[in-house]
């Protein structure tokens, strides 16, 4: 969080693993997909939750590099998507794209061109990237910095007025 008025939204692995878990449950209301394409890294785990959830075996990655720790910068594409995958996709296979967060949407952005027909699925949505994405569990506001478990330690944390007890 480079601003210190930008809020904090710590999320744990059981809160993570059940908002993962209801995106499945909205996934599977719209049908059955042939395979996942997880947006390296934070797409991994709900991917991994969705893919089971739903039984899809034929799981992919794309690694896409658009933050710096807790900076945006520029889009890099590290690992593109199998030419296997682009294929079956081109053949009429349902994708589905899973990440965690949808920002301001470059890096879905970047995604959907590769796989224009695929539905786009996050856990989080911020205003500035949600028309990006199909399907998403919860909102938060753009000013808010989203800390996934793979990210925290049990720490204190002073009170939000700034008082000590």
Same mark, same amino acid.
């Given at each position: 969080?480079?601003?210190?008025?930008?809020?904090?939204?710590?999320?744990?692995?059981?809160?993570?693993?059940r908002?993962?878990?209801?995106?499945?449950?909205?996934?599977? $209301?719209?049908g059955?997909?042939?395979? @996942?394409?997880? @947006?390296?890294? $934070? $797409?991994?785990?709900?991917?991994? @939750?969705?893919?089971? +959830?739903?039984?899809?075996?034929?799981?992919?990655?794309?690694?896409?590099?658009? /933050?710096?720790?807790?900076?945006?910068?520029? @889009?890099?594409?590290?690992? +593109?998507?199998?030419?296997?995958?682009?294929?079956?996709?081109? $053949?009429?296979?349902? %994708?589905?794209?899973?990440?965690?967060?949808?920002?301001?949407?470059?890096?879905?952005r970047?995604?959907?061109?590769?796989? =224009?027909?695929?539905?786009?699925?996050?856990? /989080?949505?911020?205003?500035?990237?949600? +028309?990006?994405?199909?399907?998403?569990?919860?909102?938060?506001?753009?000013?808010?910095? %989203?800390f996934?478990?793979?990210?925290?330690?049990?720490? /204190?944390?002073? =009170?939000?007025?700034?008082?000590?007890?």
């Open positions: 969080m480079n601003n210190p008025n930008e809020k904090s939204f710590p999320v744990s692995w059981d809160q993570f693993h908002d993962s878990r209801a995106l499945a449950w909205r996934l599977a $209301g719209l059955s997909f042939d395979a @996942i394409v997880a @947006i390296a890294r $934070g $797409g991994l785990v709900p991917a991994a @939750i969705v893919a089971r +959830e739903l039984n899809i075996r034929t799981v992919e990655t794309v690694a896409v590099k658009s /933050y710096d720790h807790q900076n945006q910068g520029g @889009i890099k594409v590290l690992k +593109e998507i199998s030419p296997p995958l682009l294929e079956l996709a081109r $053949g009429g296979a349902k %994708i589905l794209i899973v990440d965690d967060l949808v920002d301001t949407g470059s890096t879905a970047v995604v959907r061109e590769m796989l =224009p027909g695929a539905h786009f699925a996050t856990v /989080y949505a911020k205003p500035k990237g949600r +028309e990006m994405v199909d399907t998403f569990i919860t909102e938060v506001s753009q000013d808010t910095w %989203i996934f478990p793979w990210d925290l330690d049990v720490a /204190y944390v002073a =009170p939000i007025s700034g008082g000590t007890d």
